[in-house]
């Protein structure tokens, strides 16, 4: 259940464009926010890797959740809109 909820968020996760149409600076913005996201909110790791336990689904599902939220708070900082 965890991978497939890991693919749903990739999925999820839409085209950013620059409000002044600018998206020059793009790829290197959405690397930062990506790392910025990855240290502020990191994503549990269950203990197997194969399948999360019961008492660990919930608390791996919110970290994937508060990493996304990270990310997308951080490229709107930066002046970036999400298309959906």
């Given at each position: 259940?965890?991978?497939?909820s890991?693919?749903f968020?990739?999925?999820?996760?839409?085209?950013?464009?620059?409000?002044?149409?600018?998206?020059?600076?793009?790829?290197?913005?959405?690397?930062?926010?990506?790392?910025?996201?990855?240290?502020?909110a990191?994503?549990?790791?269950?203990?197997n890797?194969?399948?999360?336990?019961p008492?660990?689904?919930?608390?791996?599902?919110?970290?994937?959740?508060?990493?996304?939220?990270a990310?997308?708070?951080?490229m709107?900082?930066?002046?970036?809109?999400?298309?959906?």
């Amino acid at each position: 259940m965890l991978i497939i909820s890991f693919f749903f968020l990739s999925s999820c996760t839409g085209t950013y464009t620059h409000r002044t149409g600018n998206n020059s600076n793009l790829s290197y913005d959405s690397r930062t926010c990506d790392a910025h996201a990855r240290v502020v909110a990191p994503t549990y790791l269950c203990r197997n890797p194969l399948m999360c336990a019961p008492d660990e689904t919930s608390i791996a599902l919110a970290s994937m959740f508060d990493n996304a939220a990270a990310y997308d708070l951080c490229m709107l900082k930066k002046g970036y809109d999400e298309k959906k």
